[in-house]
């Protein structure tokens, strides 16, 4: 019965997000309703002692990313950065490969360390306007951003510095390079399955006659000015943004060192407020890497951002607040179904698989899945049964290396299910639903989970790690 009120509200969330209600309504209704099934007892304090608790701690971190995110990529779009860089990528690669274009800018941004939900915001203005001059159409867009900022630089290619990457080291003693020649194959593995369907169904809107789309919702304003800025210093601020966040990444640490305290008063005796570094140091670095990314986008573009800057910023910023609420709603939901008696169960269930990486990968994505979190549900799993899996693996001659790849991979599988925070930010961002774009992420999902059993069964057959 307990793993069926986990599933019951699972599958609920999954329902009304697909249908288009609103998750920072719903999800603590969700969350609320398993908890009433199970301890009635405990709705009141579960909603403020660990929901809310949870989704404000979500906010306190992150809704700066989600602001300035919003406003950088507001100004790519006033400034006709876009429409340089669009103009630009259709000479180089043609027409047909705009979806090629979009998956490289995510992937290198990605790679470079930027936020995924960075990423979301800065690429959609001019994959928007790529999309409408190739006359793709615009609900394939989020699928082709997946593709390119959820799947093979997030977790697979070896060094890449995104969270999913950084977790399993802490557990297994490894690094972010752990399995190079897996994690190498792997993303290989995604980015042409990837790419093969996002351009079969691109063929196929085309064969059936249909364009771009009309009637559409949030869409960026065309740039009216004919002098476009040059491509190299429309990319400029992008390439900032990843460089600032590298440079950053390794400055702050060493600047603040590992903890930084401060008197907060003025006058009387208040304790000293203690900034452990280590936790908030990934943020601090992105954080500046937008403030940078602000800075050079208002030197190039002054004028025209200038022209337009109230009412876009209005804009950016009520997209930004709805963007993450939905997601911090989701990672408080995540953290009452795991608190719950039937989510236990699952996780025991899962353990009993006798494959170690199977049963890494099959416990990880499966965790990933319910509480909507690639991060969440991978560290929920190993913070369980990172030992049993050390000793199953040691027993049959695995290197940790192997777990490392495998956890992060599992991690970015069926996490994008439709109550994932990453999924209906990017759609509130592109202004589509879950019936017109959702198709194609779930693909993309599939194809990321069926590339960590790829993953597994090439070091089974070759030992290559």
């Known amino acids: 019965m307990a793993f069926l009120i ?45 929901f809310m608790d949870r989704m404000v701690g979500f906010l306190k971190l992150y809704f700066p990313v989600f602001l300035l995110g919003a406003v950088f990529g507001k100004l790519i779009e006033l400034s006709g950065f876009s429409k340089s860089i669009v103009k630009a990528t259709i000479r180089l690669f043609g027409a047909g490969r705009a979806m090629l274009s979009i998956v490289v800018v995510c992937a290198l941004l990605t790679y470079g360390g930027v936020s995924l939900f960075v990423v979301v915001f800065a690429v959609y203005p001019f994959a928007a306007e790529l999309f409408r001059q190739s006359g793709i159409p615009k ?3 989020p699928g082709t951003i997946a593709l390119g900022a959820f799947t093979f630089t997030m977790d697979a290619l070896p060094g890449t510095p995104q969270i999913q990457n950084i977790i399993p080291a802490s557990f297994f003693g490894t690094d972010a390079w752990a399995a190079p020649w897996l994690g190498t194959l792997g993303g290989v593995f995604i980015l042409i399955l990837g790419l093969l369907y996002l351009d079969w169904r691109r063929r196929a809107a085309a064969r059936a006659g249909e364009g771009y789309g009309t009637a559409l919702v949030n869409e960026p304003a065309p740039f009216a000015d004919d002098r476009l800025p040059h491509p190299a210093i429309a990319l400029l601020p992008l390439l900032l943004v990843g460089v600032a966040n590298k440079l950053l990444t390794l400055w702050i640490p060493r600047y603040y060192g590992e903890s930084h305290a401060f008197d907060p008063a003025v006058i009387g005796g208040a304790a000293p407020v203690v900034q452990e570094v280590a936790k908030v140091a990934a943020i601090w670095a992105v954080l500046g890497a937008l403030l940078v990314g602000i800075a050079a986008v208002l030197a190039f573009a002054w004028r025209p951002v200038l022209a337009r800057f109230a009412e876009g910023s209005r804009n950016a910023i009520g997209g930004a607040l709805l963007a993450a609420m939905n997601t911090a709603s989701e990672y ?14 699952v996780a025991d269930a899962l353990g009993a698989i006798p494959d170690p990486l199977v ?4 416990t990880v994505t499966a965790l990933a899945g319910i509480t909507g979190s690639a991060s969440g549900g991978m560290s929920i799993a190993l913070a369980a049964m990172a030992e049993t899996f050390i000793a199953n693996a040691q027993a ?60 597994i069964g090439l070091f089974y057959a070759t030992g290559l790690a």
Request: proline residues 5%.
């Open 6 to 50: 986990v599933l019951a509200a699972l599958c609920f969330l999954m329902f009304v997000a697909y249908r288009g209600y609103s998750v920072i309504l719903f999800a603590p209704v969700a969350a609320l309703g398993a908890v009433l099934l199970t301890d009635p007892s405990l709705v009141a304090p579960m909603f403020t002692g660990l």
């Open 139 to 141: 609900r394939l867009i």
């Open 332 to 345: 408080g939901f995540g953290a009452v179904i795991a608190a719950l008696p039937g989510f236990l169960v």
């Open 359 to 362: 049963n890494e990968a099959v």
């Open 396 to 455: 049959a001659g695995i290197p940790m290396e192997v777990l490392h790849r495998v956890a992060a991979m599992a991690s970015g599988g069926m996490d994008t299910l439709p109550h994932n925070g990453a999924v209906i930010t990017l759609l509130a961002v592109t202004g589509l639903t879950h019936r017109q774009a959702y198709k194609d992420i779930f693909a993309i999902t599939l194809i990321k989970t069926l590339a960590v059993f790829f993953v």
